[in-house]
């Protein structure tokens, strides 16, 4: 009922060729210290202001990233979940951010599309508009990686805690989330939302973020990726640099404290 996770921490670029690099160095690391399940970041392959850029590193989920990180999980035999890609979606200007998870054969286990996209004006150097080259997805996915039921969510979801409780009510114990978080909400929002979410649905949270700087201008993600679990205490949480961090997660603590405090079991809608 046990298992150890990684949340990898990159300092991401439009570099496609150095973030590969950097995360499969990570993984090997999350590796070397016990990990069984590892979690990348979000949208780490091709971070840029450039969505031309964005649009021309896109690829099928099955395509030359994937198959490199199918490699890892098959050469590690570990539960590996990709963060978040660029995929390209056929005969469309728009791409999908979506999460993969692979199963320690390299086989994809699971699929999600991010459903609440980013679009925000912050003032100078803080304009970001997702949906301008990103669609939406449609879909929450709960699925098994060995004992554990895992849900699956990325960044700005965790704005929105229908889509958790949504998780939460169709067994989801963990709930992976990777991010490139903007720094300017981060130090403010970042841990008392994602502790939001372990308690409000007594489930781990695994948060790997992207950290420091990235494009023309200088844009900040914040890093301070965590693990938390159900009781929302923070039981592992990277430095601001680069890092894997490996914590255990244990069912039986999420059966436990749902049932000392059945908070979900007695939900009454109004």
């Known amino acids: 009922m046990k298992m150890k996770v990684a949340a990898v921490q ?7 060729a150095r973030n590969l690099a950097a995360a499969e160095s990570l993984i090997d690391e999350a590796v070397s210290k016990g990990a069984q399940i590892v979690a990348l970041p979000e949208t780490w392959s091709c971070i840029s202001e450039d969505n031309d850029l ?3 590193n896109a690829e099928p989920m099955d395509g ?4 490199r990180l199918q490699a890892k999980a098959r050469a590690h035999q570990i539960y590996l979940h990709c ?3 660029n995929e390209r979606i056929p005969g469309s200007d728009k791409t999908y951010n979506t999460t993969v998870l692979l199963g320690p054969t390299g086989d994809p286990l699971a699929t999600y599309r991010k459903i609440h996209l980013y679009d925000v004006d912050l003032g100078p150097n ?3 508009q997702e949906s301008a080259v990103v669609a939406a997805g449609s879909e929450t996915v709960v699925t098994e990686i060995g004992p554990l039921t895992a849900g699956l969510a990325i ?4 704005r929105f805690p229908e889509l958790f409780r949504d998780l939460a009510l169709k067994g989801a114990e963990a709930v992976f989330m990777p991010a490139a978080f903007n720094a300017f909400t981060g130090k403010d929002h970042w841990e008392i939302l994602i502790r939001a979410r372990a308690v409000e649905n007594q489930n781990y949270m695994i948060c790997p973020d992207i950290v420091g700087a990235w494009g023309a201008q200088g844009k900040l993600c914040y890093g301070r990726s965590m693990i938390v679990d159900p009781w929302g205490t923070v039981i ?4 601001d640099e680069p890092a894997a961090i490996v914590a255990e997660i244990d069912t039986e603590r999420v059966a436990k404290i749902r049932k000392e405090l059945p908070s979900l079991a007695n939900r ?3």
């Open 10 to 16: 990159l300092a991401a670029s439009d570099d496609v």
């Open 54 to 56: 964005i649009r021309a």
């Open 64 to 67: 030359p990233i994937v198959q």
């Open 83 to 85: 963060g978040s890609l």
């Open 126 to 128: 803080q304009r970001y």
């Open 155 to 158: 960044c700005y979801d965790l």
């Open 236 to 239: 592992a949480q990277a430095p």
């Open 268 to 270: 009454r809608l109004i």
